[in-house]
């Protein structure tokens, strides 16, 4: 199949004698917006989609690490997550609520994510974390991945 098949950053710049160099900052991938970068063929225009994804819930989470003070103190086991989950296409992200306490969140909740078609993604990520108190990062509890060619039409 033809079109866009890739993606390349690229910084350049042409110094003169006596001219320091400029140093730009890289992004994290999840930062960077993958479909205003797209190198494409002339004659290619990039349409505004959106995405549309309904979320509604999970079943059977495991329980995760309890806080930190239970777990210098108490040394009790959490019964639960706090789980949230995050949706991620075509560089950009979105996320749920966190549902406090429980093993079986429902969020129910549509998510709209805009990006540019043709697109060079292909997949639809979706990962459900444990949100963490301040002092340590979230968990991560699964991560799951949807193919476009899977979903779509031919």
Known sequence: SFG??????VSLTVLGPGDDPVFLSTSAPDETDIESN??????VR?????MMIRLYSAEDLPRMDPGLIKQLFDKEEKTSADPFA???FAGKSEETQVENETQNPEWNKQINIGYKFPSISERVRIQVKDKDN?????????????????????
Request: hydrophobic share 50%; charged share 15%.
């Open 38 to 43: 797209l190198l494409r063929p002339s004659g």
């Open 86 to 88: 995050i949706v991620s």
């Open 46 to 50: 990039l349409q505004a989609a959106t």
């Open 134 to 154: 301040i002092l340590s990062a979230d968990d991560f509890i699964c991560t799951s991945f949807i193919n476009l060619y899977d979903i779509s039409a031919p």
């Open 4 to 9: 866009a098949r890739g993606f390349l950053k």
